[in-house]
């Protein structure tokens, strides 16, 4: 290891899944011999004194996701001054867990040493071009986590999906915002996206707003991209839905944990959906190891992976999951994973019914991708490759 950044900030007490991963990637930074800091979102005043007293120039960088440290927050942010991360030159790493318009209101006045990080790689191709004048530092898919205790012999749950659910009705007010003629075209998008699953959202905005507008600067596709988000929020929820109420009203019971599904529409066999509660990310890994099937639907990444999938396997599901490109080139069929495409999403009850009906097979395939998956796919990998992207940043800057 060289003698570059010995130091890292990290955070804690905002979202929670995201300080469960931020965990997860500090105990490795410890094992490789970095000091590690959390400053608590939850405790401003004594993080700010306790950061300060930790940071030593040149020897400390920020890795950080979706901004927390980035938002101007009262303890590294003075008006009139700015962030704490200039005033001492501390690189800032930041790991985007969605696509760049969720972000566009946050990508302006950022600190000079600002890297982009990106967890799909369609993703990073837009924000190279969209935002030039930032330092994209690469892509980094999400990870999973195994848990150190044994799985559970028995197995309490069939299928099982972690994640929330928010139904359709709720973005009626966004695509009726302005007006009749605006809610026509923001339709015309879903629709399209709808009849064609493997179009990301830009490609299929995009090419509407060209045929409406005309090309466009990108500051102001920018603009008008962000401001769609609820039709990202709207598909990934669409298709959510619609694999759960698929294998439900088929007759196969399915566990959902998170909020939401007391909502889910035109479900013909209730007594199929069990609904728990959102939980933390422990509780969620403790409940795939007593899951024989864990279902996920791609939240639009086209070409990057969900934690969900690898955290699946490495806790003994097999997941069962519509596909991406970087989700294909990483794990075949049948190594830990059983695919299915969106457009032929009515299969998904005898793709489940012949793995339920196979014990040898379920767990054959969960022990194939297993392997892999702690080979490449855990947060200490993804820890490791971005401790080597700080180390040789920092090697060519001196």
């Not at 985007?96 to 006045?109: G, K, M, N, T, V």
Request: charged residues 30%; aromatic residues 12%.
């Amino acid at each position: 290891m060289g003698n570059y950044m010995k130091r890292i900030v990290m955070f804690e007490g905002g979202v929670e899944t995201l300080a469960y991963f931020a965990h997860q990637m500090a105990a490795q930074f410890e094992c490789m011999g970095y000091l590690v800091f959390f400053y608590d979102l939850r405790d401003e005043e004594r993080s700010a004194k306790r950061l300060r007293k930790f940071i030593r120039p040149r020897e400390t960088v920020l890795v950080t996701f979706n901004f927390q440290g980035l938002e101007k927050e009262a303890g590294v942010y003075r008006a009139g001054i700015g962030y704490i991360w200039d005033d001492y030159g501390i690189p800032c790493y930041n790991i985007a867990a969605d696509h760049p318009y969720f972000y566009d209101d946050r990508l302006r006045e950022l600190p000079k040493k600002y890297h982009h990080i990106s967890i799909d790689r369609r993703q990073q191709a837009y924000f190279k071009e969209f935002y030039p004048e930032y330092k994209e530092e690469g892509f980094l898919p999400l990870a999973g986590t195994e848990l150190a205790a044994a799985v559970p012999s028995g197995k309490r749950y069939d299928v099982i999906l972690t994640g929330n659910y928010t139904k359709l009705s709720f973005f009626e007010p966004y695509i009726n915002w302005i007006n009749d003629e605006y809610a026509a075209f923001y339709r015309g998008i879903i629709d399209d996206l709808l009849a064609h699953p493997p179009q990301t959202v830009e490609e299929v905005a995009l090419a509407h707003c060209e045929r409406e507008m005309g090309k466009e600067p990108n500051d102001e596709l920018r603009i008008a991209l962000h401001k769609m988000i609820f039709i990202d929020l709207y598909v990934r929820n669409y298709w959510r839905g619609l694999a759960v109420r698929t294998l439900v009203n088929a007759g196969i019971t399915v566990h959902v944990v998170g909020k939401g599904w007391e909502e889910l529409e035109d479900v013909s066999s209730p007594g199929n959906l069990i609904v728990h509660p959102q939980t933390d990310s422990l509780t969620c890994l403790r409940m795939l190891s007593e899951s024989k099937i864990s279902l996920n639907v791609m939240p639009w990444f086209k070409d990057g992976a969900h934690d969900r999938v690898f955290n699946s396997i490495l806790n003994g599901a097999v997941c069962v999951t519509d596909t991406s490109k970087y989700l294909c080139e990483e794990l075949s069929e049948g190594e830990g994973v059983c695919y299915f495409t969106l457009e032929e999403i009515g299969r998904l009850p005898e793709i489940v019914r012949e793995l339920l009906a196979d014990e040898a097979r379920l767990h054959e395939t969960v022990e194939r991708g297993k392997k892999k998956v702690r080979e490449e796919h855990t947060w200490a990998k993804r820890a490791e490759t971005l401790a080597e992207w700080i180390e040789g940043n920092q090697a060519d800057n001196c």
